[in-house]
């Protein structure tokens, strides 16, 4: 019997969602980039590719919570992301950030950097590769399925 794998939107959509979020966990995990790079720089190398590594270096800061332990840094490098997709729709940015925030507090209890990591011990590399799966799995429900910029 021989199969044939037809690939269904939701299929595309998934695979390149799992890209993305294991390209983000391999960026923080080789200890090259923080939480907020990761997930800034896989999101725009395959949506605005660019971006350049130049934009990624403005997430340096926000890793480990910016520093003080607030807000969790893959969390700011998504909503960067959505920045950089919708630069002139601030209400868009706003949702979406909104959403994303709402499903990482679902999914971790706090957004907060100190909670997370005493609650949830090494779990740094896993949720910086889901969100940025997450942020794709947003773009693609707003209709971005492409490279915006090459």
């Not at 209890?109 to 949830?120: E, M, S, Y």
Request: glycine share 12%.
């Amino acid at each position: 019997m021989v199969r044939t794998k037809q690939k269904t939107e939701e299929n595309i959509w998934e695979s390149r969602a799992e890209k993305v979020a294991a390209e983000a966990e391999g960026l923080y995990r080789s200890g090259q980039m923080n939480c907020a790079e990761a997930v800034l720089a896989a999101v725009t190398r395959n949506y605005m590719a660019a971006a350049g590594e130049e934009m990624v270096r403005l997430a340096a800061g926000f890793g480990g919570g910016s520093g003080a332990g607030c807000i969790c840094g893959a969390v700011v490098g998504g909503t960067m992301a959505f920045g950089l997709i919708y630069p002139d729709d601030r209400k868009r940015v706003q949702r979406l950030t909104k959403e994303l925030h709402r499903w990482f507090k679902d999914e971790y209890g706090a957004t907060c950097c100190k909670v997370i990591i005493k609650t949830h011990k090494k779990i740094c590399y896993e949720l910086t590769g889901k969100v940025a799966g997450r942020v794709v799995e947003m773009l693609e429900t707003q209709g971005v399925d492409r490279v915006l910029c090459e």
